[in-house]
C-alpha cells in the first residue's frame, strides 16, 4: 500500500494505491495525518490505484470526514474502480461522501 | 496649541486615562453576558463590545459637549450590542440584562416605542452599571432586520435630524413598515413552527401516525421512536459490525416518491418490508468480513425492496442511488449487484412466478 500527497491549487489531495486493508490501515492512518489540517480546504482522496478497501480504510475515511466537516472541508473521492463503489454502496456509506 | 478648549481637553485627559478601565469593562460584561446568553439557549445573531473611538468621543464632544458636567455623563464610552434574530428575542435579552446588570430606567431608552410618524430606527437602550457607584456602559438590543436598517441609515446619511421632502420621508416610512412587519411575520413564524411541531411529536408519540403528515419535521420526530433499529441491528448482527451515525434524512425524497404521505405510510412501508430487506441485506454482507454499516443500512435495503417489488427492477435501484449518491451512470452498475443479489430471494420468485400467471 503506497500513499502520495499533494498540494493541488488550494486542494489537499491524497493518492492512494495497492490494497487498503487492516495490515496496511495503521501506517495508512499516519500518512493521511496531514490531511487533518485541511481547515476549510477541499480534501481529495484519488482511489484510481486503490485495488481493495476493507473496513479498516473504511474508518479512516469516516474519520477524516468527520474531522473535516466541522472545519468546512470537503472530502471528495475521485477514480473508485466498481468493486470499491460496491463497498461503500454495501455499508450504505455512499451518501456520507461526496463522489467526483 | 491645542485645538480644543480647556475643558474638552480635561475631559480627553481623563479619557484617555481610563482606557484600560473601559477595555476591562467590556470585556467582563462581554463574558458575562455571553455566558448569561449561552445558559438561556436564546440564538443571537452577533454580540460585540467596543471601547469608543478618540475619534468619536471628540466628534461627541463638539456635539454635545455643554450638555456633560463629567465624564461619566456619557454612558456609552463602553458599548455592547446584542443583535438577534426575532423580535421577541430582544425581550428576552432585556431581561436577562436587568438581572445581571443595575439598568438606569431614568436613562436608558426603548426607540421601539417611539410615535409612529418617527420612522426607523427601533432598538432598545439599556444603560447599565455592574452595581451601584461603577462606570455606566450602554447595551443596544435590537433585531438582525433592525441592526439593517441602521447600517442602511448610517450609509445613507440620513440620523432623522434633517427635514427631508414629504417623498423621501414616505419611502423611509415604507420600508421601516416593512422590515418591522417582517420582523413580526418571523416571530409570529417561529411560534407557529414550534406549535405545530409539538403538535406533530404529540401525534406521533401516541401513536396517530396516520394523521401526521409526512414532512421533514414528522420524519425527524418520528426517528425518536427509531423505528430503524431492530432492522439495522439484524443486518449489523451478519458480521458482528458497528453502526456508524448516519442521517436518514437524504432519504426523504425517495420516501415522498414513493407515494407515503402519512408518517403511518412509512411505518407500514418498515413493517411490509423488514423481513426481505433483512434477507437482501444478508446476501449481499454474509460473503463479506465488511464490519463497519451506516445506520441508514436498513432504510437503504427498505427502499431497494420497495421498487424491486413494484417491478421497477434495475432503473428503480439506479433512481435510489441516484437520490442518495448523486446522478450518473455507474449507478447501473451497483443497482445491477442488487438486482442479482435479489433474484434468487423468495419476494422476487414471488415477483417472477406471478408475472408467469
Redesign the interface.
Known sequence: MKTTFKEEGKDLVMYFEGRLDTSAAAQTEREMQVLYNCDGHDVILDCTQLEYISSSGLRLFLSLLKAAKPKGSHVYITGMNDNLRQVFAMTGFTNLFEFK | MSEFSPRIEAFLAEFRSRQEEFKNLSEQVFDLLRHALDGQGIEINTIECRVKSEKSFVVKLGHKGEKYHKLEDITDLVGLRVVTYYTDDVDKVAAIVKNLFTVDWEKSVDKRKRQLDSFGYLSLHYICRLREGSWPFEIQMRTALQHVWSAVEHDIGYKGDVKLPPEYQRQFSRLAGMLELADVEFSRLRTTMADYRRHVRALVKSGRLDEVPLSTDSFKSYLELRPFERLNRRIAAINQ?EL?P?SPL?FMPLLESFKLETIGDVHNFIEENTEDACQLAIS??AM??????????GL?NLCFVHVLKQGMGRVGVKYI?DV???E?E?NF??AD?IVKQASSLPFMQKISNSDVK
Not at chain 2, 463479506?288 to 443500512?297: A, F
Open positions: 459490525a456508524y448516519s437524504p449481499a454482507l463479506t468480513d465488511l464490519d463497519i454499516l451506516s445506520d441508514t443500512i437503504q442511488y442518495i449518491n448523486g450518473q455507474s452498475v451497483l449487484i
